[in-house]
């Protein structure tokens, strides 16, 4: 990676729709220069880019994901951010699965972190028989 790039990428510091969409066209418009095309470089990039509010949103749109998003991604997750609910976090706990290509190791960390997000009074619901159903394919 070119690491100049960096120095001067637009920085993104809130999820305000103004402040996205001019964000996401002028950083679209470096990567498409500069021929970067690798989801993870992309990834990456944005996340260095960001600041404060706007950081913590893009880490949690990969981490929903489970994988590193497009540009494109990023800026539907950013203009389209709501913050997930404690039941919402429940539910998504007892219904995830494992991808086929995703490491048990990655998974359990993106489990663990998950389940502490999670009211004390929702982690009772979740079984081991919940996690065991989530690794099995």
Known sequence: MDYNIINILPTLD?????????WYEDVDAILKVA?????????QLAYLSSHGEARKAIKEIKEISRSFPSLAQL?????????????????????I??????????????YLQMYQQIDAKF???????????????
Not at 14 to 22: A, F, G, L, N, P
Not at 128 to 137: A, Q
């Open 14 to 22: 809130s999820t305000d729709k103004q402040e996205v969409i001019r």
């Open 123 to 137: 982690k009772e619901g979740i079984t081991v028989m919940d996690y065991l159903k989530s690794i099995i394919i």
């Open 75 to 95: 800026r539907k997750g950013l203009l389209g951010r709501k913050k997930l609910s404690k039941i919402e976090l429940y539910d998504h706990l007892k219904n």
């Open 35 to 43: 021929k970067i095309t690798d989801s993870e470089v992309i990834y």
């Open 97 to 110: 699965t494992i991808k086929r290509d995703e490491e048990l190791e990655d998974f359990n960390k993106y």
